[in-house]
């Protein structure tokens, strides 16, 4: 099994109204947040771990940062606005939904996959008293 993350840009920098669309689309209720790190967010809980961020791309939060370093995703500078979609099982569902908002200039910027067979042998790797041989034979039953 697959846990996707993936990034979406939005042109329209109106992240209040995208707050709003959003959550009735993908049925999540978005919080505001604040971060040193991401500066004002909007974070929202899905289904199992699934967990959404809306974000400003640049962020100024911080001071004491670079320029360069203001920006979350420095090579979509033309997306204001970005939805963070981390740990999902249903990257597929959640592309068709977005990419029916066409009237929002979205896109799919990023998409990264960490297969959970290799956390799970991480994992078990890290257990005391199982070696490699025996982490493997327990990620086969």
Do not use: C
């Amino acid at each position: 099994m697959n846990e996707n993350y993936d990034t979406y840009g939005f042109e329209n920098d109106d992240i209040e109204s995208l707050v709003w669309e959003l959550g009735n689309v993908l049925r999540v209720t978005f919080e505001r947040r604040d971060s040193s790190f991401l500066g004002d967010y909007f974070r929202a809980r899905g289904i199992n771990q699934e967990t959404f961020q809306l974000l400003f791309n640049h962020n100024t939060a911080d001071e004491d940062m670079d320029e360069d370093d203001y920006w979350h995703e420095p090579e979509f500078k033309s997306y204001p606005v970005l939805l963070r979609v981390n740990n999902t099982s249903r990257p597929q569902h959640i592309f068709d939904i977005i990419s029916r908002l066409n009237h929002l200039r979205v896109a799919l910027l990023k998409t990264k996959v960490i297969s959970t067979d290799i956390l799970e042998l991480g994992q078990a790797l890290l257990e005391p008293g199982i070696g490699s041989e025996e982490a493997r034979s327990k990620l086969t039953k």
